[in-house]
């Protein structure tokens, strides 16, 4: 098949999306499928992480909306779609969309230059026009997309389909082994999204005692990370930029801070206790259903008063460390990224 993938990353949006996208197209490259990616070039982008085709679409910087994710994509819906067709791969069978800027308004214009249309979304907020719907977050429910998506739409929902690279498969056992025979919180693991505009690792920093070994694992494009090396400097602190061993470092770490998104599944996938803040309305709904779970515990909205004042309070009150990552465990399977491309690529959803 040739697949396509339309997804950004930048500063404001992040690198979540792109992560996830990345990790679902090296699953369909080991079954031997054509990838290309078509990506906005925004301020921040990671695209030197695709080590796929990659076509750039130029961003517009005087471009203004209402639209909380119209701004962030810099271009009209319309705009969007025009200047995906001119740059399309001829011949795609699959045309894969994980960017809340885009609806049915989009997919119906992009209808004609693929066979299928397959959507990565978190939301359920607008109308899709799509052939397959993949919502990984735990809670999510047909119900939720009831007159939102076409009747034959194949919908894929819950964190049984978590989009996990193979290396957190990989690792489980070891997780589950080491696990049982955590009584105290040693190693802390400190990851705040892939920008931390806010700087929310320093104010972490700040909460955490000495005796503690700490691991902060930043993005490239972070703006704040000379500030937190400088910190970092004579303390029990490892910085890391650009982290490719995610997996191995939540191995390690007894619990982890951090803001909420994909990132959560991994952590659920390894049974490691966290401590999360949500940097982003999108993310409440489903941390509070994960926290009422007690599969997290939510600190609060990053931007709140005082929000991270609570965390040195919060690590004091952990006294269930086995318990909790027991849940974690049982909550999350490591193989929905295989799940998903095998349902994607079956002759009831899609010829080959």
């Given amino acids: 098949m040739n697949i396509v993938f339309r997804v950004d990353s930048s500063t404001q949006i992040g690198v979540g999306h792109l992560m996830r996208c990345l990790t679902l197209a090296d699953e369909f490259q080991k079954k031997n499928h054509k990838i290309t990616f078509i990506c906005r070039e925004l301020q921040g982008n990671l695209v030197n992480l695709i080590k796929y085709k990659a076509i750039g679409l130029l961003g517009n910087n005087d471009f203004q909306s209402d639209d909380l994710y119209l701004n962030l994509l810099g271009e009209t819906q319309e705009q969007d779609a025009e200047q995906v067709i001119r740059v399309m791969p001829e011949n795609t069978d699959l045309l894969i969309v994980d960017n809340y800027a885009l609806d049915e308004v989009w997919h119906k214009k992009l209808r004609q230059y693929t066979d299928k249309i397959m959507v990565i979304d978190d939301l359920a907020d607008k109308q899709f026009d799509c052939d397959i719907l993949l919502n990984q977050n735990l809670g999510s429910q047909v119900k939720d997309y009831q007159g939102k998506v076409l009747n034959d739409c194949e919908l894929l929902l819950g964190c049984d389909y978590a989009l996990l690279r193979p290396e957190f498969k990989e690792l489980r056992e070891q997780a589950l082994e080491k696990r049982k025979n955590t009584k105290k919180i040693k190693n802390i693991l400190i990851s705040m999204g892939g920008s931390d505009i806010k700087n929310i690792t320093y104010d972490v920093l700040q909460q955490l005692d000495s005796n503690f ?9 972070s703006p704040h990370n000379v500030m937190i090396e400088n910190y970092a400097k004579d303390k029990n602190i490892k910085v890391i930029v650009n982290a ?18 994909s990132t959560n599944w991994e952590r659920l996938c390894l049974g490691l206790p966290s401590l999360i803040f949500t940097v982003a ?9 994960l926290d009422k779970l007690e599969l997290i515990r939510l600190l609060g909205h990053v931007g709140e008063s005082k929000v991270v004042d609570v965390v ?10 086995n318990v909790w990552s027991e849940r974690c465990f049982n909550s999350c399977s490591c193989d929905g990224t295989s799940k998903v491309v095998e349902i994607v690529t079956s002759k009831s959803v899609l010829s080959i």
């Fill in 213 to 221: 070994n700490v691991v902060v694992v930043l993005g490239s494009i």
């Fill in 244 to 261: 490719d061993n995610m997996a191995e470092l939540m191995l390690e770490a007894d619990l982890a801070i951090g803001a909420s998104g």
């Fill in 281 to 289: 309305e999108n993310q409440i709904k489903f941390s509070k259903i």
């Fill in 312 to 321: 040195k309070e919060n690590i004091l009150l952990i006294d269930d460390l």
